[in-house]
Structures are given as C-alpha cells and as structure tokens.
C-alpha cells in the first residue's frame, strides 16, 4: 500500500534504538582490554561510553582508565577491537520490542526506511542480516561511510541523497544526544525513543518527540508535521 503521508521515509539509529547491542560490545571492549592487560569495566559503564563509534568508545574506556592515547595507538586498538567484535556482534545482542514490527508496517504503508548509525558498516549490516531487518533497508549509512559521525548531520544527509529525498520528507529515530544534534543540524524531524543508550533523560534530549517504545513511532507522526 503506497502512502502520501508524511514522512516518506524513517531513518533509524541502530545501537540503542533497534537493538541492544550493549552486552557484545561490553564483551569485546572486555577482551580487548584483557589483551592489553588493562581491567574491564561493567555492563553499565561500557553502555554509557557508546553512541559515538568506536574510536569514542576506545577513547572513553582508556579515560575511564586515567590513560589518554595518541591516535595510532587509539586505531591499532580500534583494529583489534573490531576483529573481536566483528564476529561476536550478534551473540548477546538483540532486537527491542516493536522493532520487526514497526519496521514492516512502515514499508508496507509505502515508506522507505533506513538505518543511520555510528557503528562501522561492515558491523552494521551483519546485525541487520542477523535479525532479518536487511532486506527492508532502502538505505544503510554506517559511521565509516565518509562523513563526519552524528553529531554531524553528514551520516544522515548521506543517506537523504541516497533516497532522493529532501531531508524535511524524512524522519530519524534515535536514542542519544548525537541522534537529536545531528538531526537539527540537518534540518530532519527527530523522535527519540525512551529507554535507550543516554546519560540525559529521554524528555531532556531536545527531541521533536518522545515515543516511550518503537510501537508508538507511527502515532506521533501526525504531531512531527
Ligand atoms: O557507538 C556506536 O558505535 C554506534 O552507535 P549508534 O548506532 O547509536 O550510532
Ligand atoms: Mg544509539
């Protein structure tokens, strides 16, 4: 069923919205500090150090550690960092409820939809594969694709161009303050979904608008308008 409704597409963040990635990524950021002898860090303080790729992750995990680190040292622990969670990125992870669901009936109403995240692309499209959400991707921008990362709008104005479409036809979906930031600096609506992977309250992002889970998502869209 085609739609002339707005908006003609919704972009989503992956880490945090979609899924809960946290615990692989907890594990991986684990096992690479253990192979460089450094102490892990719990589940809730790794979750609190992602949204903003993964050399901010690594960044953040050795200032937790009271160690700042030159940007060669900080890529070679990237590198490894990656291949550790590369093939383990889908083990612990898993979809947030109304994921499947709200992502079907939005492609069935006519709109294209697409995943904009921080999160190497490669990473990315494996967790999609995984969870069976792929296939109904019209457009996937990971944060290695060139432009700066959100808070920069460039990820997201990337994945505009991509779809043909000006970014007041589209909507973004996030969960962090780079979600929002980089949605206003690209002038696209922006819905924060509450429970995900933020340090400041949902309500307290900025947002457009706070969807308590990702089945609420179509019922605002009259409001975004
Ligand atoms: O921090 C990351 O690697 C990715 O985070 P995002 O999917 O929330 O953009
Ligand atoms: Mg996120």
């Known amino acids: 069923m085609a739609t002339d409704g707005w908006p003609k597409a919704v972009l989503f ?10 615990p692989d990524l907890h594990a991986a950021l684990n096992q ?10 719990t589940l809730e303080a790794v979750t609190g150090m992602i949204g903003a790729g993964v050399p901010k992750l690594i960044e953040r995990a050795y200032a937790g550690l009271g160690k ?10 990237v590198d490894r960092f990656l291949k550790i969670y590369e093939p383990r990125s889908t083990e612990l992870t898993t979809l947030y409820s109304g994921a499947s669901e709200v ?6 109403e006519g709109r294209a939809l697409g995943v904009v995240t921080n999160k190497p692309g490669h990473a990315t499209e494996a967790i999609l594969r995984h969870f069976g959400l792929y296939d109904l991707m019209d457009v996937v921008v ?17 994945a505009c161009e991509r779809l043909s479409l000006p970014p007041s036809d589209v909507l973004f979906v996030g969960d962090s303050e780079n979600d929002v930031g980089a949605a206003k600096a690209g002038a696209i609506a922006v819905v924060v979904v509450a429970g995900g992977y ?18 609420d998502l179509p019922q605002l869209f009259a409001s975004l308008r």
């Not at 690479?32 to 860090?41: A, K, Q, R």
């Not at 992502?103 to 069935?108: A, I």
């Not at 933020?198 to 089945?215: C, H, K, N, S």
């Open 103 to 108: 992502t079907r009936q939005l492609k069935e």
């Open 68 to 77: 700042s680190l030159d940007a060669a040292t900080r890529d070679r622990i």
């Open 198 to 215: 933020t340090r400041i309250a949902a309500e307290d992002l900025g947002a457009d608008a706070v969807a308590t889970g990702l089945a």
């Open 142 to 158: 990971g944060g290695d694709a060139g432009p700066a990362k959100k808070p920069e709008p460039g990820l997201l104005l990337l």
């Open 32 to 41: 690479t500090l253990e192979s460089y002898g450094e102490p892990p860090f």
């Open 13 to 22: 963040d992956l880490d945090g919205t979609l899924v809960d990635s946290a």
